[in-house]
């Protein structure tokens, strides 16, 4: 089985500082990984994903993830953060045979902004 | 390009009653399609996908049915809503499995 550790419920950070959200994965080979991000009242969208090749992968909106198969983690950053970052954000993994394409998200950080 | 549309966006329902939230895919020929539950503040959980239209497995079992009448419709029901059904239900599809999912704006909803 197959499963995501955010270990960060909530964090709060200042316009223009840094950002880096931590995610851990278990699973028996390299799954693909995600970071989605969610609005408030809204659905998800996809920040970045990683399937195989460089660890290092970018995304929208000058997010980026390193793919750590020896620490088991895909942790999301930011160089500097606007205020229109505030969101929830899922990390997620799918197995690499999986017939219906079952993503495992974890709980999902909350992040802050602060102006 | 592709564009996926849930409806209603929000309901309040009695206890009891029945459900049905939709979900539509353009631009996308025989889609993967997904029903995924998020409770409020929680994280998602995957209820059912499609690959094909007819064909429908489901992931867990919430008292809840899926059923794909076309190839770009995917419908979520139940003929009686439990207060436990409340929150908020993600369409989503993919091109093939182990790919990328696609998520929809979201339907709301509040069981009272």
């Known amino acids: 089985a197959q499963s995501v550790t955010q270990p960060d419920a909530r964090v709060t950070v200042s316009e223009g500082a840094s950002l880096q959200l931590r995610c851990k994965y278990s699973y028996s080979a390299t799954p693909y990984l995600f970071w989605y991000v969610q609005y408030p009242r809204q659905g998800l969208q996809l920040l970045l994903k990683y399937y195989s090749g460089d660890p290092v992968v970018q995304g929208v909106n000058s997010f980026e993830a390193e793919f750590s198969k020896s620490n088991s983690s895909f942790h999301l950053q930011k160089a500097s953060v606007h205020w229109s970052d505030s969101a929830v954000y899922f990390c997620?993994?799918?197995?690499?045979?999986?017939?219906?394409?079952?993503?495992?998200f974890g709980i999902g950080t909350r992040v802050l902004v602060r102006p | 390009a592709q564009t996926i549309h849930q409806w209603p966006v929000a309901e309040i329902k009695a206890v009891g009653s029945p459900l049905s939230l939709g979900c539509t895919i353009k631009?996308?020929?025989?889609?993967?399609l997904y029903w995924y539950w998020q409770a409020t503040g929680g994280t998602l959980q995957q209820l059912f996908y499609s690959i094909t239209v007819g064909q429908v497995e489901s992931v867990v079992q919430l008292n809840l049915s899926a059923s794909r009448p076309k190839d770009d419709q995917f419908i979520l029901s139940t003929e009686k809503l439990l207060l436990s059904h409340s929150g908020f239900y993600l369409c989503a599809w993919s091109r093939d499995s182990g790919n990328t999912l696609y998520f929809g704006e979201g339907s709301r909803l509040i069981v009272v």
């Open positions: 997620a993994l799918s197995p690499t045979n999986s017939a219906g394409n079952k993503l495992t």
């Open positions: 631009g996308k020929s025989s889609p993967n």
